[in-house]
């Protein structure tokens, strides 16, 4: 069974950072790609940021690029979302998922259940 935490949420002020992780379990971590979206109240679910399998490739929506990184390690099963300057617009449920490379929600099988990041201006 295919499992994602994510960790990390909270309440941050505008311009600051947050740092989220993803912990997963139940298949081999270093065989797929992995993903953030987020969705925000009253709107469908994005896409913030993917990274192939090995880490070597990675690719953000065009509203996070230069804020946001995402990274992984292999070895700790951890997905990673460094977002800097952040803005009440970034203010969503941010949610990891375990797939192939691409920017869709249905480049992705499983999801984990999300956490609440929430920029006050």
């Known amino acids: 069974q295919v499992q994602l935490v994510e960790s990390g949420g909270g309440l941050v002020q505008a311009g600051g950072s947050l740092s989220l992780s993803c912990a997963a379990s139940g298949r081999t971590f270093s065989s797929y790609a992995m993903g953030w979206f987020r969705q925000a109240p009253g709107k469908e679910r994005e896409f913030v940021a993917t990274i192939s399998w090995s880490g070597s490739m990675s690719y953000y929506a065009d509203s996070v690029k230069g804020r946001f990184t995402i990274s992984r390690d292999n070895a700790k099963n951890t997905v990673y979302l460094q977002m800097n300057s952040l803005k009440p617009e970034d203010t969503a449920v941010y949610y990891c998922?375990?797939?192939?490379?691409?920017?869709?929600?249905?480049?992705?099988?499983?999801w984990g259940q999300g956490t609440q990041v929430t920029v006050s201006s």
């Open positions: 998922a375990t797939g192939r490379w691409g920017a869709s929600h249905r480049d992705y099988d499983y």
